[in-house]
Structures are given as C-alpha cells and as structure tokens.
C-alpha cells in the first residue's frame, strides 16, 4: 500500500507535505489553479509590502491635500473606480479570487519590519478567507544606532500585533540571521507565532560595473541551500514540539521533502522549482516523495516525521559546531 502523504500544518488538514510558498505566481488564479492541480496541498500569496502600503498612503493623502486647495476644480482629480482601489484593496480581490477557485488552504502574507497599522490588514485578509497569515519579518539591520535587542524587539512586536488581529494560525517567516537564533525562535512562539518558517531568502544586490549601479537579482535556489533550513528544524524541532515548522529555500525533489520531514518539518515549501519547470515540478516532487516512501517501506509522512530531529539522532552534535571540523577534515578534493 502507498505511504499516506496526509499532513497538518498551522492546524490545517493537508493532502501532502508540499506547498507552493510565496511567489508571484501565486496571485494569477490560472496558475494558482494549476499548481494545485499539479498536487499543492496549500498555497501561500505573495506578501503584500509594508512600503508599498505606506507609499500609496503617503501618495493619497498628498492628492488629497491637494484637491483641498482647488475645490471647483477638485472633481476633475477623481480617477476612476479601478484606479481608487488600493493595494491592500487589490490583494484582498485576489485572495478572493483565489479562494472561490480553489479548495486548498490559501494563507495571506504579510511582509512588515514595523508593527505598524497590521491589524487593519491583517483583519480584512482574514475576512476575505484567508486560512492563516504569513508574516514575513525581512529587514536588512543596517543601523549602528540600533542593537540587535531592539531590532528584535521591535520584530517581536509586529508578531504580537498581528497575532492579536486574528483569529486564524500566524505562521512567522525569518532569516537565520539572528546571533542567538534558538532564542529568538522561542521568543517568536511566545510572542503568538503558531508557526515559523524557516528560511527567508535573501536576495543580495549586485554591482554592475559598466554604468557603475545597485542592480537587483533574483538567482533561483538549489537543493544544497536546504542544508541550512534543515540543521535548524533539526535543532528546533524537539525544542518547540507543537510548534508548526515549514521549510522553505532548497526543496527541489522528493527527497529533498523526505529530508526536511525527518529532521521534523511539517511541510517544506517550493518556489524555485515552479519558477523554473512550471507546476509539474509539485507532481514530480510527490511522485518522488512518494516513492521514496514506498520504497522504504514508510507507512505515512507522519512516521518519518522527526525521526533525525537533534532529539532524535544518535550523534546530535552533527547538527552543531563540532560538525563544522568534521566536515573541513572531510575535504577530499585535490589541494594545490
Ligand atoms: C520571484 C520571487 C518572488 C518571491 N516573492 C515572495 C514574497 O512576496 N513573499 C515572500 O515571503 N517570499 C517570496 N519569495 C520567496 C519564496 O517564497 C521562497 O521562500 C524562496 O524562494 C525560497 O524557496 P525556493 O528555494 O523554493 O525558491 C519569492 C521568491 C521569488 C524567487
């Protein structure tokens, strides 16, 4: 008989382990519907950005200003309808849109460095239907002026906020760019996250030397990249048992999901992969996730789940600094 790929993640039942995690795909309900037809079991919407909120409501309200001084001619400023819908008007459209199209979990993401106003949003994409929030806590700490308590602090901030707007699970998406990062993981619980996902990817600028500017790039990941997600869900996972952990950033093939499963992930998240070959990627990561289950004689995702967490290895030092020397000494290139 086949392994049962049924899951739970954020409270919600899932077909399998696999979900397509935030890209812009996921705001087109035709792709929408076709990565879940290729056997997404849930489908996360690219986050809408605190910047573009605060721009649009900056722009706004300076219009508005303006209008003030020429009422006569104020009626002339009104745009038309679609026009005046806001960005947050938009996003909720889409979820709506997304949710009437498909039967999977569909989960909101909310990308903020600020606690700022999130309530407001958070509350209307919950309305609209979504199944659970993802809050995205990208920032890049480039203040000298500010010490990594503050940084954290205000982070832990913009999860209670949300976490206090809403009545469905929160899920915390982070860098691993923390110095204490188990510390900050449990502070992020404590703080109202349901779950954590782990990792954000971080995109780093690049320099182009013929006209000498800051050019943005965005180079899709590949399974060595999983290795980092995977040590901390290891590290994590027997630390906050009930916690909902989602790898994202690396999982490009069934056995890159059964890693992330037996080191105690509840799901791991594809992007790269659907980027690069289309929604068939989500079925042959399945079919190979399956496979590899069968093969081994698996009866559910649920009994490889944990099963190489840090509690539950024979060595868990691997997972820590002594694995560091171990893996320089294992080096078996040529050495000129
Ligand atoms: C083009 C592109 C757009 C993305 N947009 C978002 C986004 O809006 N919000 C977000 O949280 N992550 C976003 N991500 C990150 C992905 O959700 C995912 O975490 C990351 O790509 C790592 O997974 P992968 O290795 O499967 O690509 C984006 C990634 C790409 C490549």
Redo the contacts with the bound molecule.
Sequence with gaps: MSADLRSRYLGLELTSPVVA????LNEHVDSVKAVVDAGAAAV?M??LFEEEVVAEQLGLHDALAAGTDHVSEALDYFPDLPELLTVADRYVRTLEALKAAVDVPVLA?L?AAHAGSWERYATRLVDAGADAI?L?L?SVAADPMRSAADVEAEKLAAIATVRAAVRVPVAV?LSPFFSSFAHFAHEAVDAGADGLVLF??FYQPDIELDTMEVVPR?D??SSV?LRLPLRWIAILRPLLPSVSLAA?????TGHDVAKALAVGADVA?????I?REGPGAVTRILAGLQHWLDEHDYDSVGQLRGSMSYAATDDPTAFERANYRRVLHSWSGPVT
């Design positions: 995690s935030a890209s812009p996360v690219p986050s993401s990308n993802e995205n990208y998406k954000n990817r965005v899709l990941s990249e994202t950033t690396g999982v490009h998240m594809v992007t790269s992969a980027l």
